[in-house]
C-alpha cells in the first residue's frame, strides 16, 4: 500500500471495475430489496441535497446487498419540462432563432441532440459519488416505454372519470406562456405599495358614517378592471345596511354588488374587499360561493385585453362585457397599466392614499417574472376520489414515514387536497394523448388510430392533437412501476414492486410522494385485485444549509458542490463559479468578499468517502443538516487512520504465519477486540434497519478509531514484538489483528466504499478470505458466543490505568520516555487479577520500570495519583520532577492565560461591541472565555498539587 492515502488515486478506477463487472445489478439470492432514485433534472447538476440523498440511498443499497438480498436500486432521470426547454431556447435565442421559426418538431429535434450532448453530466457525477445504482436499467422519463406508460396512465384515469378538462385559476408564466405548480413559485419579500382606492355607491346609498362610497385596498390596482364584487364580513356592523347593494366599478362602469363573506377581516384596512375571480385564488373561492362573474382581464402576456374581450389560452372570445375595458388601458402592459389606473383615480379624486407595503411577490423559479393567478383551460385530476384510499395506506400502516412526524404533513395536504393542473403549455414533454374535431369535440386514446377506430371516426374527419404537454410530476408520479415495465407485467415489475424505501426531502412529499401513492394504488393492483402501495417505507430527510444553518442558495453565494469537496477546488475558481451570471455588482463582491473569507486556500479534496461518511453523520431523524467543513476534515483524518492501521497490520501480518490453520492462543486484550467487535456489529445493524444512520457511523468511528486504533494496535505490539513470546499467542495476535480488520471493512463498506474496497483487496487473502468484491461479502453478524465480558473488563481496567499515568505524566510534564515507578493502593481481588493479566503489556505501554502493590498499613509516597475505581495509581515525585522550575512554568502560563480572559472579558464588557457583532461572534468569544477559565482552574489545581510534594 502506498504510504499515503489520496483517494484520487483508487476512486475513479473502482467505480469502473464496479460497473463494468456489472456488480451493481440484482443478484442476491434472499428477499428483493428495491430503492428507486428520485430521478434527477437532465438539465441540472449536483447539489449538496442530491449528494445528502445518494449517499443515504447507496449506504442502503450497499448494506442489503452484503446481507444477500436482491437488490435493485433503478436509476433514471426527469426530462424536466419547461427546465430544459428554456435551456434549448436560451441557446437558440443567442443565434436570433425562437422555437416558432423551427416548429415543434424540429425544435423537438434540438432538445434531443441537447440531451444526446449535455444530458450526462448529472449521471457521471452520481458515479462519482459512488453510487451503486444499476446502469443497465437506467431509465429517461421521455424514454419510449416510460412515454407509454404516460398515456397508458392518462387514458386509464381519463376513461375512470379522473381526468377532466376545466376552466380554472393557474400559476401563469407570462414569459414561458405557460401553467405551472405551486413548486415551481418562489415566494420573494419585496417592498410594495398598498394602493386605497374609493367605489362609488350606486343608487344614492351611503354607509353608516354618510359617506357615498367604499373604499378597498389592493397591491394590484390593475385587476380591479376585472372586479365582480365588493366583500364585507356578515357580522360587520359598519355594513350591515349595504349587503346587497352595488357600487359603481370606476373606470369601466359596470355595477357590481356588495356581499357578506367570512373570507373578509373585520380588522384589516377599511373591512372592505375587492373580489377578482378569476386573477386571485382566495377571490376564486368567495366567487364560486357567490356565482360571481369570472372577468379575465389579462392576455397571457399579462397585458390588458382588447376591449370587451374575456381570453382564453387558444385566443378565442367567449363574452362580451356590457361594459367594455376601457380603449385607453387596451393592450397595456400590466405594470404600466397599473401606473395608468392609479392615476385616473388620482384625478378623479377616488385615491384615498397609497401606504408603503412589504409583501410576497410569486415569481417563476425559472423565468424570475411575477407569476399571475390566470383563468385558462387546462387538463386536471380530479384528487379526492384518489386521495381517500392513499390516506388509509398510510393509516393502516402499509406506507410508514420516518420520522412518524411527517405523516401529519401528510394528512393535512391530502385531506384538503385540490385537484391537479396537469397541463402545461409547454413543447417539450409527453403530449397529451387528445384530438379534438373542427367542432370542438374531445377524443382521448393512446394515439390517433384509436381514437378513430373508439368513436367510428372517419378519415375525412380533421383531427388536431391536443398542443399541451403534461406536467412533468405526472411522469414521475408513475416513477415506481414505469421504470419497471408497467403496463407490461414484466418480471421485474412482479419482483421489485412494491418497493422498499423511498429516500426523499419534507418539500416534495406533496408533490411527489403524495401522487406517486395515490397514481399507484389506482394503477397498479396486486394478484388479489387489491390496490398495490408503491414503497413501504417514506424515509424523509432534511434540507442540507450552510455551516451557520442557513439555506443554501445561489443568491446567497453559499453553496457548495460536493464534487468540489470531492475533488478539491482553487480559490479563484471557486470564486468564479459562485459570482457568475450575477447581474448585481455590490452583491457578487460582497460574495467574492465572503467566499475568500470562508476559503482563503479554496476547497481542499477531501475524496468521496470522507464526504459521504460526513452526510450518515449528520443524518438524525429529519431535521435540516447544518454543514460544517470541519465535520468532512475530520473524516479525511478518519480515512487516515483506517488506512494507516491497514498499512501496520500489513506490515506485522504479511508472509507471516497469522493463524488461519492450526492452535492459537488469544490473549486478552484478542478477546477483548473481538468482543467489542460483535457489540458494534450489532448496534450499527440495529441503527441501520432503524434509518439512524447518524448513530450506525457513531458506533463505527467509535470502535475503529477508540478502540481498534487507538488501544487495540497499541495492546498488539507488545506480543508481536516480544521474541520470546509463544509462536500461538502470536499467532493469535495476527490472526485478530487481520480478521477485526476485515470485518471492519465490511461494516464501514457501506458509509466509504472507495477505501474499503482498497484496503479490503489486501487484507482479505491475510484473513482467509475469498471473494473479487467487498461488495459482494457478507455484511458482519455478531455472534452473541464470541462476547467476552471478563476480558472486557480486563481491558477496561488496564485503559484506566494507563489513562492515569499518562495524565499524570501530561500534569507533571514528565516526558513519555522517562521510565516510571508505579504504586498501586486499594487494589482488589479483581484488582489483582486484571494486573496479572495486564502486567507485561502494562510496563511496556505504560514505560514502567516496576509495579508495587501497597498494603493497607504501608505509607504512601508523595506522589500524583490517579483513580481506576477504588484503587489509588500512584507515581512518586520525588527525583522525577524539578519542582522549582515547575511551578515557575505553571505560574508563567497562568499569567499569560489570566492576560486572555482579561481581554476577552472586557470585549463581553463592552455594549458597542455585543450590540453590533453578528452571533455568531459572540459566541466564539463566549466559547474563548470558558476555554480559558477552564484552562486556569486546572492549572490552578495543577499548582496546589506539585506545591504539596
Not at 309 to 330: C, K, M, R, T
Request: glycine share 6%; proline share 5%.
Amino acid at each position: 500500500m502506498d504510504k499515503t492515502y489520496q483517494p484520487q488515486a483508487i476512486e475513479t478506477s473502482w467505480y469502473q471495475h464496479w460497473e463494468q463487472n456489472n456488480y451493481f445489478a440484482p443478484q442476491g439470492s434472499g428477499k428483493p430489496y428495491t430503492i428507486m432514485i428520485p430521478p434527477p433534472n437532465v438539465t441540472g447538476s449536483l447539489h449538496m441535497g442530491h449528494g445528502f440523498n445518494n449517499a443515504i440511498m447507496d449506504a442502503l443499497i450497499r448494506f442489503r446487498r452484503m446481507q444477500n438480498r436482491n437488490t435493485l436500486w433503478q436509476v433514471g432521470t426527469d426530462h424536466a419540462g419547461i427546465a430544459t426547454q428554456m435551456v434549448v431556447e436560451r441557446q437558440l435565442a443567442a443565434n436570433g432563432v425562437t422555437r416558432h421559426d423551427l416548429g415543434r418538431e424540429a425544435f423537438l429535434d434540438k432538445i434531443w441532440e441537447w440531451k444526446a450532448q449535455s444530458g450526462g453530466t448529472i449521471t457521471n457525477q452520481i458515479r462519482r459519488l459512488g453510487s451503486s445504482v444499476d446502469w443497465s436499467r437506467e431509465r429517461f422519463t421521455m424514454d419510449d416505454g416510460l412515454s407509454t406508460a404516460v398515456k397508458e396512465a392518462f387514458v386509464r384515469l381519463y376513461q375512470d372519470g379522473l381526468i377532466y378538462r376545466g376552466k380554472r385559476l393557474v400559476n401563469w408564466d407570462p414569459k414561458f406562456h405557460t401553467a405551472i405548480s405551486d413548486l415551481e413559485v418562489e415566494n420573494h419579500d419585496e417592498k410594495g405599495f398598498l394602493w386605497n382606492l374609493r367605489y362609488p355607491l350606486a343608487d344614492g346609498a351611503k354607509t353608516a358614517d354618510g359617506k357615498d362610497y367604499l373604499v378597498v385596498a389592493t397591491t394590484r390596482p390593475e385587476t380591479m378592471l376585472g372586479d365582480s364584487a365588493i366583500a364585507v364580513h356578515p357580522e360587520d356592523e359598519r355594513y350591515q345596511n349595504l349587503i346587497g347593494k352595488e357600487v359603481l366599478l370606476p373606470l369601466v362602469n359596470r355595477r357590481i354588488p356588495v356581499i357578506a363573506d367570512d373570507y373578509c377581516d373585520p380588522e384589516f384596512g377599511t373591512g372592505c374587499v375587492k373580489i377578482t375571480p378569476a386573477h386571485d385564488f382566495n377571490d376564486y373561492e368567495v366567487g364560486k360561493r357567490h356565482s360571481l362573474p369570472l372577468i379575465n382581464v389579462l392576455d397571457k402576456n399579462a397585458a390588458i385585453l382588447a376591449q370587451g374581450q374575456v381570453f382564453h389560452v387558444d385566443g378565442s372570445v367567449n363574452e362580451q362585457l356590457d361594459a367594455p375595458i376601457p380603449a385607453e388601458y387596451a393592450g397595456l402592459d400590466r405594470f404600466v397599466a397599473r401606473k395608468q389606473i392609479v392615476e385616473a383615480f388620482d384625478q378623479l379624486g377616488l385615491l384615498e392614499k397609497v401606504e408603503d407595503h412589504a409583501l410576497k411577490v410569486p415569481r417563476g423559479d425559472r423565468s424570475g417574472d411575477v407569476i399571475e393567478p390566470w383563468l385558462t383551460d387546462q387538463w386536471y385530476v380530479s384528487t379526492k376520489p384518489l386521495a381517500e384510499p392513499a390516506i388509509a395506506a398510510v393509516e393502516d400502516g402499509r406506507i410508514e414515514f420516518v420520522p412518524k412526524q411527517y405523516e401529519n404533513m401528510y394528512f393535512s395536504w391530502m385531506r384538503d387536497i385540490q385537484d391537479w393542473c396537469i397541463s402545461r403549455q409547454l413543447w417539450w414533454g409527453h403530449r397529451i394523448p387528445a384530438w379534438y374535431d373542427e367542432a370542438g369535440n374531445v377524443y382521448v386514446g393512446r394515439d390517433e388510430a384509436e381514437v378513430r377506430s373508439n368513436h367510428n371516426l372517419t378519415a375525412d374527419i380533421t383531427l388536431r392533437q391536443d398542443e399541451d404537454v403534461l406536467d412533468t410530476w405526472f411522469s414521475s408520479g408513475l416513477w415506481t412501476f414505469s421504470t419497471l415495465g408497467w403496463p407490461e407485467q414484466t418480471d421485474f415489475l412482479k419482483t421489485f414492486h412494491p418497493t422498499d424505501v423511498l429516500v426523499t426531502g419534507f418539500d416534495i412529499i406533496f408533490f411527489w410522494v403524495a401522487r406517486m401513492i395515490m397514481l399507484t394504488m389506482h394503477l397498479v393492483k396486486n394478484p388479489d385485485g387489491t390496490p398495490q402501495i408503491p414503497f413501504k417505507t417514506v424515509y424523509v430527510h432534511g434540507l442540507v444549509r450552510d455551516g451557520l444553518g442557513q439555506k443554501m442558495s445561489k443568491s446567497k453565494g453559499n453553496v457548495l458542490d460536493p464534487l468540489d469537496i470531492v475533488d478539491g477546488i482553487d480559490l479563484e475558481t471557486l470564486v468564479q463559479k459562485r459570482t457568475s451570471g450575477m447581474m448585481q455588482p455590490q452583491k457578487a463582491a460582497k460574495i467574492e468578499k465572503q467566499t475568500r473569507a470562508e476559503f482563503p486556500d479554496g476547497i481542499a479534496s477531501y475524496g468521496t468517502d470522507a464526504l459521504r461518511f460526513t452526510f450518515c453523520s449528520l443524518a438524525s431523524t429529519g431535521r435540516d443538516v447544518k454543514f460544517d467543513m470541519g465535520r468532512v476534515e475530520g473524516y479525511r483524518n478518519f480515512c487516515n487512520k483506517i488506512w494507516n492501521a491497514a498499512r501496520y497490520v500489513i506490515m506485522q501480518c504479511e508472509a507471516q504465519d497469522c493463524g488461519l490453520t492450526g492452535t492459537v492462543e488469544l490473549s486478552v486484550a484478542d478477546r477483548w477486540i473481538i468482543s467489542q467487535l460483535q457489540r458494534t456489529e450489532a448496534e450499527v445493524t440495529r441503527q441501520l434497519d432503524q434509518f439512524r444512520f447518524d448513530l450506525a457511523s457513531q458506533a463505527l468511528y467509535e470502535f475503529v478509531w477508540n478502540q481498534y486504533c487507538d488501544w487495540y494496535l497499541e495492546l498488539s505490539k507488545p506480543v508481536l514484538w516480544d521474541e520470546n513470546a509463544p509462536l500461538e499467542r502470536t499467532r493469535g495476535t495476527r490472526r485478530t489483528l487481520v480478521k477485526v480488520l476485515e470485518s471492519i471493512l465490511r461494516l464501514a463498506h457501506p458509509f466509504m466504499p472507495f477505501i474499503t474496497e482498497e484496503i479490503w483487496q489486501r487484507i482479505a487473502p491475510l484473513a482467509g478470505v475469498e471473494g473479487a468484491t467487498i461488495m459482494l461479502q457478507a455484511f458482519p453478524q455478531a455472534q452473541e458466543e464470541k462476547l467476552d465480558a471478563p476480558a472486557e473488563a480486563s481491558i477496561e481496567w488496564l485503559k484506566g490505568v494507563m489513562l492515569g499515568v499518562r495524565n499524570i505524566r501530561a500534569e507533571m510534564n514528565i516526558g513519555p520516555g522517562k521510565p516510571l515507578p508505579l504504586f498501586l493502593a486499594n487494589a482488589t481481588e479483581s484488582d489483582l487479577q486484571y494486573l496479572e493479566e495486564n502486567r507485561t503489556t502494562l510496563v511496556k505501554l505504560a514505560k514502567l520500570d516496576s509495579i508495587t502493590l501497597l498494603t493497607v498499613d504501608q505509607e504512601k509516597p508523595m506522589s500524583a495519583t490517579a483513580l481506576v475505581g477504588d484503587m489509588q495509581v500512584l507515581v512518586p515525585m520525588a527525583g522525577l520532577i524539578d519542582t522549582k522550575a515547575e511551578l515557575a512554568r505553571l505560574d508563567k502560563e497562568i499569567q499569560r492565560l489570566q492576560g486572555e480572559l482579561k481581554r476577552v472579558a472586557g470585549k463581553l464588557a463592552n455594549q458597542g461591541f455585543v450590540a453590533k457583532a453578528p452571533a455568531d461572534v459572540i459566541e466564539k468569544e463566549q466559547a474563548k472565555q470558558a476555554e480559558f477559565e477552564q484552562a486556569l482552574e486546572q492549572l490552578a489545581q495543577q499548582h496546589a498539587r506539585i506545591s504539596s510534594l
